[in-house]
């Protein structure tokens, strides 16, 4: 079993090195997303903004499968009770955040944390659906602002929960090291510097777009 699973890691780290929000809008669109997106992240958001809401739909869908596939692979093998299980369930979250095609560079790794825990299903729903229940909670009732504090807190939250489902016996202790690894990742991914560097990076787009907002203005007259 240990073999099977060393060999689901490397699997898992190589899918989620594959960032589709890279290469699908340059493909379809001859458009880099990661330079024209103010805070250069190749997701999904900036895909559907740069390159068109089809395109940023297979990305997403990308993102979300090569979470999946790994998972359910190593759950159909019976891997669920392995010891290293949770660094299955997480590594195509390492690898998106941190590709091995793009020197480590990667994504905040959102879709593919839920495409891990859709990975899960049919014999554990409850991750998944506390990750959901959790992500519309603060888009839809306690709207937090901007997308990367939505993203910290919801993953907070669900790390709690993981801790929760196991105490109650819901969730083996392998799935909920795999959520707590996965949540952390996240976590790091959106932090509080990477929001200031995006507050900042917006700020100076404003400015230059307001500094060329007069040249323009009298090159028309």
Same mark, same amino acid.
């Given at each position: 079993?240990?073999?099977?699973?060393?060999?689901?890691?490397?699997?898992?780290?190589?899918?989620? *090195? +594959?960032?589709? *929000?890279?290469?699908?809008?340059?493909?379809?669109?001859?458009? #880099?997303?990661?330079?024209?997106?103010?805070? =250069?992240?190749?997701?999904?958001?900036?895909?559907?903004?740069?390159?068109?809401?089809?395109? /940023?739909?297979?990305?997403?869908?990308?993102?979300?499968?090569?979470?999946?596939?790994? %998972? =359910?692979?190593?759950?159909r093998l019976g891997l669920e009770s392995g010891s290293?299980?949770?660094?299955?369930?997480?590594?195509?979250?390492?690898?998106?955040?941190? *590709? +091995?095609?793009?020197? /480590?560079?990667? /994504?905040?790794?959102?879709?593919?944390?839920?495409?891990?825990?859709?990975?899960?299903?049919? %014999?554990?729903? @409850?991750? %998944?659906?506390?990750?959901?229940?959790?992500?519309?909670?603060?888009?839809? %009732?306690?709207?937090?602002?901007?997308?990367?504090?939505?993203?910290?807190?919801?993953?907070?939250?669900?790390?709690?929960?993981?801790?929760?489902?196991?105490?109650?016996?819901?969730?083996?202790?392998?799935?909920?090291?795999?959520?707590?690894?996965? *949540?952390?990742?996240?976590?790091?991914?959106?932090?509080?510097?990477?929001?200031?560097? @995006?507050?900042q990076a917006r700020r100076?787009?404003?400015?230059?777009?307001?500094?060329?907002?007069? #040249?323009?203005?009298?090159?028309?007259?």
């Amino acid at each position: 079993m240990l073999g099977q699973q060393l060999v689901m890691i490397v699997v898992g780290i190589l899918s989620g *090195s +594959l960032l589709f *929000s890279r290469y699908l809008p340059k493909m379809l669109k001859k458009v #880099d997303i990661v330079a024209l997106s103010e805070d =250069h992240n190749p997701g999904t958001a900036n895909a559907m903004q740069h390159a068109g809401i089809p395109v /940023g739909i297979l990305c997403l869908l990308g993102d979300i499968f090569k979470g999946v596939i790994p %998972v =359910h692979m190593a759950m159909r093998l019976g891997l669920e009770s392995g010891s290293l299980f949770f660094l299955v369930m997480a590594a195509p979250v390492l690898g998106h955040a941190f *590709s +091995l095609f793009h020197r /480590g560079k990667g /994504g905040k790794a959102i879709a593919v944390s839920f495409g891990v825990l859709i990975g899960l299903m049919p %014999v554990h729903m @409850e991750p %998944v659906f506390a990750l959901c229940s959790i992500y519309l909670f603060f888009s839809l %009732v306690i709207r937090l602002r901007p997308h990367t504090r939505r993203t910290r807190v919801t993953f907070m939250m669900l790390a709690l929960s993981s801790l929760y489902m196991v105490h109650v016996q819901w969730i083996p202790g392998q799935i909920c090291g795999g959520m707590l690894l996965v *949540s952390g990742i996240v976590v790091y991914k959106n932090s509080l510097h990477q929001q200031i560097l @995006e507050e900042q990076a917006r700020r100076q787009a404003q400015e230059v777009a307001a500094a060329a907002a007069p #040249d323009t203005k009298q090159a028309l007259l």
